[in-house]
C-alpha cells in the first residue's frame, strides 16, 4: 500500500470521528451510548453503534466512490476499499429492505380480527411501498456499480500483470 494510500484511509477514519462528534456528541464515541429520535409524539431510542456504522460505511462507499472515479479504476487499493465498502452497503441497504417489508401492506390482505362495524377497508395506497421499491432501486444500481467495479479492477489488474 502506496503512503498516499494511508494518508486517505486515516484522513478518512478523521473525517467520521469528526462527524461522529458533530452528530452524536463525546458521548457517541462510547459503546453503550444511546441515541432518542423524536418522531411526532414518539421516542425511539437506539443504541449509537447502530447509526454509526451504517454513517461509517455511507462515508467510506462516498469517498472512494469519487476517488474511483476519478482514478478511473486504475488503482487497485483503492478499487478493494470501494467494493468492499458497496458489498457492505448492499448489506445495509438489505436489512433496511427487511424492515419495509415488514411494514409495507400488500394489496388484497385481510386485517384479522375484523374490525367490526366497517364492511369494506380500502387502501388508497401505502407510503411504506413507495419506500421499499426505491430502496430495491439503490439496490440493483449499487448491485450493477459493484459488477462493473469488480470488472474493471480484474482488467486493470490483469495488464498490470504482464
Not at 474511483?68 to 476499499?81: A, E, G, Q, S, Y
Not at 436489512?95 to 362495524?117: A, D
Request: proline fraction near 2%; include cysteine; charged fraction near 15%.
Amino acid at each position: 500500500m502506496k503512503k498516499e494510500e494511508i494518508y486517505w484511509l486515516l484522513g478518512t477514519i478523521g473525517f467520521i470521528i469528526f462527524l461522529t462528534l458533530i452528530l452524536f456528541g463525546v458521548d457517541g464515541l462510547k459503546s453503550d451510548s444511546l441515541t432518542d429520535i423524536n418522531v411526532h409524539d414518539t421516542y425511539y431510542v437506539i443504541e449509537s453503534i447502530h447509526l454509526f456504522i451504517p454513517l461509517v460505511i455511507l462515508v467510506f462507499f462516498g469517498i472512494y466512490l469519487i476517488r474511483v472515479l476519478c482514478c478511473n479504476f486504475k488503482n487497485l487499493t483503492v478499487n478493494l476499499i470501494f467494493i468492499i465498502s458497496d458489498l457492505a452497503l448492499i448489506l445495509v441497504f438489505t436489512f433496511i429492505i427487511s424492515l419495509l417489508n415488514s411494514m409495507r401492506e400488500i394489496p388484497g390482505t385481510i386485517e384479522y380480527p375484523p374490525l367490526s362495524g366497517i364492511e369494506n377497508i380500502t387502501y388508497d395506497g401505502n407510503v411504506w411501498n413507495n419506500f421499499y421499491y426505491a430502496l430495491l432501486s439503490v439496490q440493483l444500481i449499487l448491485l450493477l456499480l459493484l459488477a462493473f467495479s469488480g470488472i474493471k479492477t480484474g482488467i486493470n489488474y490483469k495488464q498490470n500483470q504482464k
